[in-house]
Structure formats: C-alpha cells, structure tokens
C-alpha cells in the first residue's frame, strides 16, 4: 500500500506537522481551547498518531518523553530510527512501510504490542531489548525459513504472533513448528491456540525440543555463572581489591615483562618462579579477604548512621509535633472564649502563643541541627578510622609483596649469573633456545635484563598500591562530603518553612 505514495513527494516529521497533529488529536471543547491556548508541552503527550502522512524518515520525536502509543502505519518509512528517546512507549504501529531490516528498537524496554506488517522484512532479528513484548504482528513480509522462528522463543511474555501472508506460512509444518517453539503463545494468526495443538506441535518436534532444552539449560548455566562472575568482580571493586585474587596481579605482573618467558627456560628458574608465585598468591588472598572484611564493616558502618539520622530525627518531630498539639488545642480555646474575653485580647495571647511555638520549634530544630551534626562527625571519625586501617593493612601487604619480589630478584640473579658463568665455559648439560642465548652473551646484558624485569614487575605492584589507595580515599572524601552538603541544605530548608509558616500564622 506503501508504494502508492512514491507519486507524492515524501513528507517530513516537523514541527508543524507535530504540533497540528497533537492539537487535532488532543481533548476536544473547553478542555481542547484551554489546551489550545496555554500550548501542549509535548512531554505530556500520551497518544501519537502520524499514519498517513506519506513519512520517508522518522525524526523529531525525541520530545514525546512519555509516550505510550505511537501509530507510524501506512507511510513510506525505510529504516527505524529515532525512537531511541521514547522509552515507555508500549505499543508502536509501524505497518505497511518500506521497511527493509528490523533496526533501532532495541531501547524500547516497555513495548508490549509490536506491529511490522507489510513491509519487506525477511528476517526477524534485533529485538532483544523488548524483554515485555505481549503481541507481534510481521504478517504480510517476505520471511522464508521457518528456522527464523526460533529467534522469538526467548520473549516468554509473546502471545500473539502474526506470521500469515509469509512465504513460510506455506510450509505444512508451520503452525506446529511455531507452536512448538514459542510455548508462551496463546494466538496464532488471530486463532486461539487449541492444548491437543500444542501437544501434537511438541510430540512432532520431540527431538528438536529436546535438544533445544538441553541448549538452554547450558546457557542458562553460563548466563548464571557469568552474572555471579560479574557479581564478584563489582564486589571486588567496591572494596578497592579488584586485580587481587588468585594469580591476577602476578600475572598482570609478569604480562609486563617482555623477557619473563625467556628466562622460564633457564635451568632452576622455573621451580624458583613457582615457589614465588605461591608465596605472592597468597599474599595477595591475604589482601583480597581483608578489602571483603572492611567493606562489610564500612557498609554496616553507613547502616548505623542511617538508623542514627532516622531515630534523631523522629524523636525530634515527635516533641514538635507535641508542641503543635498543645498551640492547637490552646488556640481552640481561645476561640471558645470570645463571648467572655475582648477581641485584642485574644489576639495578643494568640500573637504570644504564636512566638513561644515558634521559639520551641527553632530551639527544637537547632537542637536537631547539633545532633545530626554529632551524628555525622561519629560516623566520619568511624569511617575514616576503617578507610586507614583498611590502607594500612594494603601498604603493608604492599610491602611484604615488594620483599617477595626483591628477594625472587636477588635469588634468580644469582643462579642466573652462574648459569651464564657455565654456559660461557660450555659446562651446562642442557641445550640453551635460541631467544635465551640471545641474553647470555654476557654478564651485562643479562644483569641489565633481569634488573629490567624487576623494575617492571615493582611499578606493577607499586601501581596497584596507588590505585587501591587513590580510590579509597577519594570515595570516602566523596561520601562524607556528600553527607555533610545533605544535612547542610536539609537545615537550610527546615529552617525556611519554619520561619514562613510562623510569618503566616503571626498574619
């Protein structure tokens, strides 16, 4: 149907167009002249429709924020694009278009009912991101293998899937095989999806589902244990010991070092690297568990302050809301005793009633102020206190790690130089590779290789320090910074609606 407007020239998604179309679309009578006349702020629109405007490209409507339904059908459009911004949109029309390639949707988390009939797709693809996805309709395209089915098993909310008017929909096969894969469906082709269908699909793919779910369980598996992988390393992170545990550092270490591999070739070298890998791994374990044990005791440290802030807090709104009570109830009987007493009277004892209340609840909110305050300064007097002994124990294991390292240097430079002394009177027992030799030609060069090394592999251990230490303390500098600026504009604002609502009672 598309096609027809190629006679036409191409219409163009502007401003104009967009706010007519909202104004015609928009409520009707006093409500429509209301909205008419004050502007339609397009961030508040829920419903677009631009079907029938023979439109080449999708622009412009990154404005429409909030926008849940959206009707593109029968237009000229090519390529999917510029819906990025329209994040709650749920239901999208984008039917008898030009459309080539399924593009461009992927950042619509919300969408529920999808509509890409009669356009030119010939595979369903690029729609992971529509995890919600309820109704699909791609009848009417040029999609010809049945296998491209099995794309749309992982949307196990999908059901109701239109496929007719496809070149596949012509297997004798195909209303079984997309039963049988997609067990979430309920309509296919508008037809209620019958349970002696369902069965029938699956007992005519046993085998395939079979082994689909064996397929699934093992990615599931792997899903599994890469978020739990992932999950460990953000917990490594937040405790400033990411790159410690197992071999990582010494790895990363040796990574650095070009000529490492060379001089695992050296005679006794190997049985002295692998004593210092040990002995380095477990240094480093040392580490890691202490980083896991202060994050734990820093994220209880923050638990506390909480409490602390939400029990100060409501023992203080308590005794103000007492005090209301009471110039509440104070003022009813003042009314009650208009008849009796005169007029200014009243008024100066409300005045004066007024101006205590407003006295108590400052003393209340200064008071307030000061205990939060202590609050605040007992928690970073305990927080920078673990933050310190936490960096203590990392430059202490840092140094422990440097010894290791230092002594690791001083052993193999040692056999090193009587390998070469050997090697240099023909006395080895062994044949020397060629990259080695290339290092003994003599005492300078290989002492100035190995020297090399241990520089390399001290900056490595001296640059983890660094960053374990920088972090550290710029997230606990950031944390109390953060904590002190919210108290801080909290007063400010108490304080405000305190003095305005006692300039309004005393009116």
């Given at each position: 149907?598309?096609?027809?407007?190629?006679?036409?020239?191409?219409?163009?998604?502007s401003e104009a167009l967009l706010h007519q179309c909202v104004q015609e679309q928009g409520p009707e009578g006093e409500a429509g002249r209301i909205a008419r006349s004050e502007g339609i702020d397009f961030r508040e629109v829920n419903t677009l429709r631009l079907d029938f405007k023979n439109?080449?490209?999708?622009?412009?409507l990154w404005q429409f924020r909030n926008l849940r339904r959206l009707q593109l059908d029968n237009n000229i459009i090519e390529c999917i694009n510029g819906l990025d911004?329209?994040?709650n949109l749920e239901w999208l029309d984008l039917s008898f278009n030009n459309i080539e390639d399924i593009s461009g949707l992927n950042a619509l988390v919300n969408l529920r009912d999808l509509s890409l009939a009669h356009n030119r797709i010939a595979k369903i693809q690029n729609l992971e991101g529509l995890t919600k996805l309820q109704t699909l309709s791609i009848a009417g395209n040029v999609i010809n293998e049945l296998e491209n089915i099995s794309y749309l098993r992982q949307f196990t909310q999908l059901q109701c899937l239109v496929l007719r008017e496809n070149p596949l929909a012509e297997d004798k096969r195909y209303p079984h095989y997309v039963i049988a894969y997609i067990p979430s469906l309920i309509y296919l082709?508008?037809?209620?999806?019958?349970?002696d269908?369902?069965?029938?699909?699956?007992?005519m793919f046993q085998d395939m589902m079979e082994?689909?779910?064996?397929?699934?369980r093992e990615q599931a598996r792997k899903r599994l244990e890469l978020t739990a992988a992932q999950q460990k390393e953000k917990t490594l992170k937040e405790a400033y010991v990411d790159g410690l545990a197992g071999m990582a550092l010494f790895d990363a270490m040796f990574?650095?070092?070009k000529d490492a591999q060379c001089f695992r070739?050296?005679?006794?070298?190997?049985v002295l690297l692998d004593s210092y890998a040990t002995k380095f791994e477990m240094v480093c374990e040392e580490l890691k568990d202490i980083g896991l044990r202060d994050l734990q005791r820093r994220s209880e440290e923050r638990v506390v302050l909480y409490a602390s802030h939400e029990e100060t807090c409501t023992a203080n709104q308590k005794v103000s809301v007492r005090k209301v009570q009471e110039f509440e109830e104070m003022k009813q009987k003042l009314k009650g005793s208009e008849s009796s007493t005169p007029s200014h009277e009243i008024i100066k004892q409300l005045k004066d009633a007024i101006d205590r209340l407003h006295h108590k609840l400052m003393q209340l909110e200064m008071l307030l102020v000061e205990q939060i305050e202590e609050v605040a300064k007992d928690f970073e007097r305990n927080y920078s206190e673990l933050v310190s002994t936490f960096l203590e124990n990392v430059q202490a294991h840092m140094t422990r790690l440097r010894d290791l390292e230092n002594a690791h240097h001083e052993t193999v430079l040692e056999k090193a130089q009587m390998i070469l002394e050997k090697f240099i009177k023909n006395q080895l027992d062994i044949e020397l590779p060629d990259e080695l030799r290339v290092l003994m030609v003599d005492k300078d060069t290989l002492v100035g290789a190995l020297n090399a090394a241990h520089d390399c592999h001290l900056l490595a251990i001296d640059n983890k320090e660094d960053s374990i230490v920088s972090r550290a303390k710029k997230d606990r500098d950031s944390l109390i910074e953060s904590i002190q600026n919210s108290e801080l504009k909290h007063n400010k604002q108490k304080i405000l609606k305190l003095n305005s609502t006692w300039s309004n009672e005393g009116r």
């Open positions: 149907m598309s096609h027809l407007y190629y006679t036409v020239e191409p219409g163009v998604i439109i080449l490209r999708i622009e412009h911004q329209l994040v082709d508008f037809r209620l999806v019958q349970e269908s369902r069965q029938t699909a699956l007992a082994e689909l779910a064996l397929v699934e990574e650095e070092d070739l050296m005679p006794e070298i190997p």
